[in-house]
């Protein structure tokens, strides 16, 4: 069955450095979504995509972040200087479309960022 | 805007027992869409159900099964003959029409003993 996949599966790096976390969506899916859920805490949105630009983003999703998808098939997260406040556990998610039916997605394994 | 509650932070049953979850949501969308989810101990998300707002029938799978009630805008899940495997976190979630985002509620913890 097919599934989302992320990498690495745990970040570990200093406050102020920039991150890139990586996912693979499922391959006909055409809408990409990351999640973030603090150690405990509910999983919160951060930001759609869809036809290689951003659909939605949440109050969290400020400057520090961006995302992109640079090749046909990885969906990244980049977090440009990194805070303590920003250690959680990265979801990222796909869905086939937004039409009837289709609206389900479909979570990765996650990656665990730690920032020290 | 759109929110989701789970007031139950913990359950504890054991074996065999039922148990319900509960979820109650608001939303200005008068067409949404509901989720559970299932988080166990290894992290990831497992997608379990979505409940379409204008479908207000019940369902059932094996030991699963849930009960969307839009008079009091609730989407309660209920686990039927619990098993240890069934301990996870359990989160429910909306999705408004008018956006792509899911609004999780807190989270249930449910723990089975043996």
């Known amino acids: 069955e097919p599934e989302v996949t992320q990498t690495p599966s745990h970040q570990v790096t200093q406050m102020g450095q920039e991150v890139i976390l990586r996912c693979v969506p499922i391959s006909n899916h055409l809408y990409f979504y990351w999640y973030r859920q603090i150690l405990g805490q509910k999983v919160e949105f951060l930001v759609s995509?869809?036809?290689?630009?951003?659909?939605?983003k949440s109050e969290i999703f400020d400057d520090q972040f961006s995302v992109e998808r640079p090749d046909g098939s990885n969906f990244t997260l980049k977090i440009r200087s990194t805070k303590l406040e920003d250690s959680a556990m990265y979801f990222c998610a796909s869905s086939p479309g937004q039409g009837r039916g289709t609206y389900e997605q479909y979570f990765g394994p996650g990656t665990r960022l730690t920032v020290t | 805007a759109q929110k989701v509650t789970q007031a139950q932070t913990e359950i504890s049953v054991v074996e065999k027992e039922d148990v319900t979850l509960d979820c109650v949501y608001e939303t200005r969308d008068t067409t949404y869409y509901l989720f559970w989810y299932k988080q166990p101990p290894s992290g990831e998300l497992v997608f379990l159900i979505r409940r379409n707002s204008f479908d207000e029938q019940n369902e059932i799978s094996g030991r699963y099964s849930w009960n969307f009630q839009k008079s009091t805008s609730s989407f309660n899940f209920t686990i039927t003959a619990s098993q240890v495997v069934d301990s996870a976190v359990y989160f429910c979630?909306?999705?408004?029409?008018?956006?792509?985002?899911?609004?999780f509620g807190e989270g249930t913890q449910l723990t089975v003993n043996p």
């Open positions: 979630a909306l999705r408004e029409t008018s956006g792509s985002r899911l609004t």
């Open positions: 995509f869809y036809n290689n630009e951003i659909s939605e």
